[in-house]
T-cell receptor, first 115, second 112 residues
Framework: GNSVTQMEGPVTLSEEAFLTINCTYT??????LFWYVQYPGEGLQLLLK?????DKGSNKGFEATYRKETTSFHLEKGSVQVSDSAVYFC??????????????FGEGTQLTVNP | NAGVTQTPKFQVLKTGQSMTLQCAQD?????MSWYRQDPGMGLRLIHY???????DQGEVPNGYNVSRSTTEDFPLRLLSAAPSQTSVYFC???????????FGEGSWLTVV
């Protein structure tokens, strides 16, 4: 079956530091890959996505590249801000399922950015 | 643009009580689903539906019932709440085969 593994958290950084959150996956077929963000007390928001190998998703300074050869989709940001403090979820959707889009999530990584 | 709307946002139940979490979407999406979020476990799929009148089980269906009488609504029922069902619940919708999935804001449920 499908699975997603994220780096263990929590992650604590100083403002303007470089961020990497690792994500690897196992899937049959050709999944789409996603990063979702959850700010304190709020629901999930789609941060970025990539639908095929070598695609790069980007949004709000975050980016991630779909690497089929390493089955990875690591999230990066060059300079984090206090407002980036949140929980980040890596997820995949196996579009080959005829039953529709179902997401498999990683465990989530709590990011705290200190001023 | 309401998107996916969940109610209630917060609820406290006693063990053995029943309740229904409501979910509605106004995007005419065929596909709807319910997830639960627990610390250190990410989100796990409870039940999903590919259209009105069609539902199926996800990864953690025990203790929950669903129905889909209309395209817009997908309620989640807890028949006899247990403390293990204390969690945050998210409803989601998408077009069948679409790769953009929209989430509601979540429902925080505590069972005491």
């Amino acid at each position: 079956g499908n699975s997603v593994t994220q780096m263990e958290g929590p992650v604590t950084l100083s403002e303007e530091a470089f961020l990497t959150i690792n994500c690897t996956y196992t899937a049959t077929g050709y999944p789409s890959l996603f990063w979702y963000v959850q700010y304190p007390g709020e629901g999930l928001q789609l941060l970025l996505k990539a639908t095929k190998a070598d695609d790069k998703g980007s949004n709000k300074g975050f980016e991630a590249t779909y690497r089929k050869e390493t089955t990875s989709f690591h999230l990066e940001k060059g300079s984090v801000q206090v407002s980036d403090s949140a929980v980040y979820f890596c997820a995949l959707s196996d579009l080959e399922e005829t039953s529709g889009s179902r997401l498999t999530f990683g465990e989530g990584t709590q990011l705290t950015v200190n001023p | 643009n309401a998107g996916v709307t969940q109610t209630p946002k917060f609820q406290v139940l006693k063990t053995g009580q029943s309740m229904t979490l409501q979910c509605a979407q106004d995007m005419n999406h065929e596909y709807m689903s319910w997830y639960r979020q627990d610390p250190g476990m990410g989100l796990r799929l409870i039940h999903y539906s590919v259209g009105a009148g069609i539902t199926d089980q996800g990864e953690v269906p025990n203790g929950y019932n669903v129905s889909r009488s209309t395209t817009e609504d997908f309620p989640l029922r807890l028949l006899s709440a247990a403390p293990s069902q204390t969690s945050v619940y998210f409803c989601a919708s998408s077009r069948t085969g679409g790769n953009t999935i929209y989430f509601g804001e979540g429902s925080w449920l505590t069972v005491v």
